[in-house]
């Protein structure tokens, strides 16, 4: 429970702040921006610094840069400084993913949000309930990550279509054998027992670190598969 709870105040916390953000970005005001966007819509000057300026590196690699300083630091800082640390990082996160808003319909993103909860529940169940030992799925999971991303770096400074298909459709089956193989880690993490209650909440706070990124991958690779731009 306080795996889930954890990681669904992060997932809230993310697309509020991805709203919000893609929000100041656009105006109708041709007068006040800097850049247009698109028929009637134009991006503010906190839009072009986000998404068309050198600064959109570092809000593209910061989550990744975020994860690294939290596996770092988890030993050494108390449960309630982890717990403070992952909802910054959703926070970050959703600054980092706030450009789907201006791809994307609404409407298609949240219908791959609930097509991506459903499917997420489903594996996450599975995982849990299920009496096979897939732990053997972590290092070629893990390893098909690392590909997802040098081949996601690539794809940025040489665009091509086909690539972006294969990494999308490729990242789906990633990270829906991450979320079950996650789910039976993370129970099998709680069936051994803690030391104490700090090492418990320490636990559980990982846990929807790991379960929360399963679901934004698995999430925006099916956006890109089957949203419909604007």
């Given at each position: 429970s306080k795996v889930y709870g954890t990681m669904s105040v992060g997932m809230l916390i993310t697309f509020?702040?991805?709203?919000?953000?893609?929000?100041?970005?656009?105006?109708?005001?041709?007068?006040?921006?800097t850049m247009a966007l698109r028929d009637g819509q134009y991006l503010t000057g906190l839009g072009q610094a986000l998404y068309a300026s050198p600064l959109k590196w570092v809000v593209m690699f910061a989550p990744l840069a975020f994860?690294?300083?939290?596996?770092a630091a988890i030993n050494r800082i108390s449960a309630a400084s982890a717990q403070l640390m992952f909802y910054a990082f959703a926070l970050v996160?959703?600054?980092?993913i706030s450009s789907i808003f201006l791809v994307y319909t609404g409407v298609s993103i949240i219908q791959v949000f609930l097509i991506t909860s459903i499917a997420f529940a489903g594996l996450s169940i599975w995982g849990y309930t299920t009496k096979k030992d897939i732990s053997a799925w972590g290092s070629f999971l893990i390893m098909g990550v690392i590909?997802?991303?040098?081949?996601?770096?690539?794809?940025?400074?040489?665009?091509n279509p086909a690539l972006t298909f294969a990494i999308s459709a490729i990242g789906v089956l990633i990270f829906a054998g991450l979320t079950a193989y996650d789910t039976q880690k993370i129970k099998m993490i709680g069936q051994a027992g803690f030391a104490d209650e700090e090492h418990q909440k320490k636990a559980a706070i990982l846990g929807a670190l790991r379960l929360y990124l399963d679901f934004i991958n698995l999430f925006l690779s099916l956006l890109r598969l089957f949203?419909?731009?604007e």
């Open positions: 509020a702040a991805a709203w919000a953000i893609s929000g100041l970005a656009v105006t109708s005001d041709p007068a006040g921006a994860v690294f300083g939290f596996g996160m959703g600054l980092s590909g997802l991303i040098i081949a996601s770096i690539v794809s940025m400074f040489f665009p949203g419909n731009r």
